[in-house]
């Protein structure tokens, strides 16, 4: 029987990473699409082909991928940006799928911060949003202007979702909140 598959986004600095390990310590299973990327930077030699092709040796560092480097180019260049998102999309999601083909738990659930932008909330059963008040999100990470003109309102994203939580408090609070989430989605 496949998992409840269940996806976590949020804000930047909300707090989706600790919520994360909260739903493994409750027994789910947990992949997060950071870290996909991480894996896919250091082992997908088609990726690392078209970053080099695109962008040069300046992206590279000891023969890895340097992902400052890639960030002062995106960040700064929306076309970039696009670019990047195209190779790194369509791959995330493809290990996404064959992760959660390959679970057991009750439970799955995938941390991807940009679930509404890219329209990936129709392939989740339930959809879980952690957000926190722009100061607090400010304190954790810094100015975040820039960086959020592009992405789905806090508010829009609480709409949208199945389950929210707003984490301004401590980490037992968040973690009641998970435990409470994992709870409901099993007593089905």
């Known amino acids: 029987m496949r998992p409840l598959a269940v996806a976590l986004t949020g804000g930047i600095a909300a707090g989706k990473s600790e919520a994360l390990q909260a739903f493994a310590r409750h027994g789910a299973a947990t992949i997060s699409s950071d870290s996909l990327v991480h894996e896919l930077y250091r082992d997908d030699e088609e990726l690392q082909a ?14 890895e991928v340097d992902r400052a480097a890639i960030g002062a180019i995106v960040f700064g260049d929306r076309e970039e940006l696009a670019w990047l998102e195209s190779e790194l999309h369509p791959r995330v999601r493809a290990a996404t799928a064959d992760w959660l083909s390959r679970q057991t738990a009750e439970v799955a659930v995938a941390e991807i911060p940009l679930l509404f932008e890219t329209g990936a909330e129709t392939r989740f ?25 592009r992405l789905v309102s806090e508010d829009e994203k609480v709409r949208r979702a199945d389950f929210a939580y707003v984490n301004d408090g401590t980490l037992q609070e968040l973690d009641e909140f998970v435990a ?8 089905r």
């Open 125 to 149: 059963d339930k959809v879980v949003v952690v957000t926190a008040p722009a100061e607090v999100r400010a304190e954790r990470r810094g100015e975040l202007a820039d960086r959020e003109a």
């Open 50 to 63: 078209a970053l080099r092709a695109r962008w040069g040796d300046r992206v590279f560092a000891g023969g």
């Open 180 to 187: 409470g989430v994992l709870e409901e989605l099993t007593a």
